[in-house]
């Protein structure tokens, strides 16, 4: 019986380490923070699909998590949380939340924020006149 009870302790303790494991290797938690900015069209071609149109709710990954391209085809919810200056200190707009596709890679040097929006997807959560806001984004 003692023996029986022991196999169920280390079944469950190992199921409990693989499903903390998962969590630990995610790479972008619940939320994360950093800042947006936005880019204009055309929108193509992209460094993910070529000259394919994802349409226009879409964002181009800066190195945070580009993952060698393995952010191509994510979702990700952006949210507004507020302005980066004193010009426009409170742009963020309605619910301030848009769902984005991963289309395009932002590379360093050029890159001013951690996920680069499309002009669209960036004026459904803040006034473009901002040009950078901060936000909260996870992976939908």
């Given at each position: 019986?003692?023996?029986?009870?022991?196999c169920f302790s280390l079944v469950s303790l190992t199921a409990m380490l693989l499903?903390?494991?998962?969590?630990?290797?995610?790479?972008?938690?619940?939320?994360?923070?950093?800042?947006?900015?936005?880019?204009?069209?055309?929108?193509?071609?992209?460094?993910?699909?070529?000259?394919?149109?994802?349409?226009?709710?879409?964002?181009a990954a800066s190195d945070v998590f580009w993952n060698d391209g393995g952010a191509?085809?994510?979702?990700?919810?952006?949210?507004?949380?507020?302005?980066?200056?004193?010009?426009?200190?409170?742009?963020?707009?309605?619910?301030?939340?848009?769902?984005?596709?991963?289309?395009?890679?932002?590379?360093?040097?050029?890159?001013?924020?951690?996920?680069?929006?499309?002009?669209?997807?960036?004026?459904?959560?803040?006034?473009?006149?901002?040009?950078?806001?901060?936000?909260?984004?996870?992976?939908?």
């Open positions: 019986m003692a023996i029986i009870r022991l499903i903390l494991s998962l969590n630990a290797i995610s790479p972008i938690s619940a939320q994360d923070s950093g800042t947006a900015t936005y880019y204009t069209p055309p929108y193509t071609p992209s460094a993910c699909y070529g000259f394919e149109d994802n349409g226009v709710m879409i964002a191509c085809g994510q979702m990700y919810e952006v949210s507004c949380l507020s302005g980066t200056n004193e010009g426009n200190p409170e742009p963020c707009l309605g619910s301030g939340s848009v769902v984005v596709k991963i289309v395009d890679h932002c590379p360093p040097g050029s890159c001013r924020g951690t996920i680069d929006l499309s002009q669209q997807a960036f004026q459904s959560i803040a006034d473009t006149d901002a040009g950078v806001i901060n936000i909260s984004y996870q992976l939908v």
